[in-house]
């Protein structure tokens, strides 16, 4: 059992992923790094707990279970948290390692509504350099959900492949698709969805070098907006 208090991102323990989940070194998209739709507001002062429990199977080694409290971004904050709630199930498929998380989010923001909601995530490697990925949120459209936000639903999926080179530097490719529908519908297709790429070259032990394109489509789900080509660089030290 392992707990936390204090100033806390809840999105940071849940809805986590092996493959897209560190904007540093992975996808750039904030819909790649957690699912649109998975609502619990900014960091906040809050508290945590998380229990493992050790399997004995061929299939499953661990499954982990996690609580979140943090306040709202309200007036009456202390009175009106938002709770997170996650299962997570640590699983071997031929030898080769995954998590699957499903959970669920309830809240009260004082003067405003309630929030309610579920997503899913999953990472499992599927050979020994190749991993696949995929996430789905859910939130209801009360008043309390479109104060955080204003998607219904979002999900996600796409790849990592794993490259290692005669000095044992890891460096990896990404390929990755999102969509998130928002809670008023402007059009039947309304939507934003974005499709994108990064190639992660580990240089050195301590450098990395990171090109990274984007094509977003529908921005801020408003068809009108067209096509975006977004291209970046990053470097790590």
Do not use: C
């Not at 009456?76 to 938002?82: C, D, N, Y």
């Not at 209801?140 to 936000?149: P, T």
Request: proline letters at 3%.
């Amino acid at each position: 059992i392992t707990g936390r208090i204090g100033i806390i991102n809840l999105s940071a323990f849940f809805d986590t992923n092996e493959f897209a989940n560190n904007e540093a070194r992975q996808f750039l998209n904030a819909s790649m790094v957690n699912s649109a739709g998975y609502k619990t507001g900014l960091s906040a002062p809050g508290l945590m707990g998380e229990y493992y429990r050790p399997l004995k199977s061929d299939w499953l080694r661990q499954a982990v279970f996690r609580v979140g409290y943090a306040v709202s971004r309200t007036e009456r904050a202390f009175t009106s948290p938002v709770w997170s709630t996650e299962a997570e199930a640590q699983t071997l498929f031929r030898g080769r390692q995954g998590r699957w998380r499903l959970g669920g989010t309830v809240g009260n923001l004082a003067d405003v509504g309630t929030l309610g909601g579920m997503h899913f995530s999953a990472d499992q490697w599927v050979s020994d350099n190749i991993g696949v990925f995929g996430r789905y949120a859910y939130s209801n459209r009360g008043a309390g959900s479109q104060e955080l936000g204003p998607v219904r639903q979002s999900y996600s999926f796409g790849a990592q492949w794993r490259f290692i080179d005669q000095d044992e530097h890891v460096s990896a490719w990404g390929v990755g698709f999102s969509q998130a529908l928002p809670i008023q519908l402007l059009t039947p297709l309304s939507s934003e969805r974005v499709l994108e790429t990064y190639y992660r070259w580990q240089v050195t032990d301590k450098f990395s070098l990171s090109p990274d394109f984007q094509l977003i489509l529908g921005s801020g789900g408003r068809r009108v907006f067209g096509i975006h080509p977004v291209v970046g660089v990053r470097m790590n030290f």
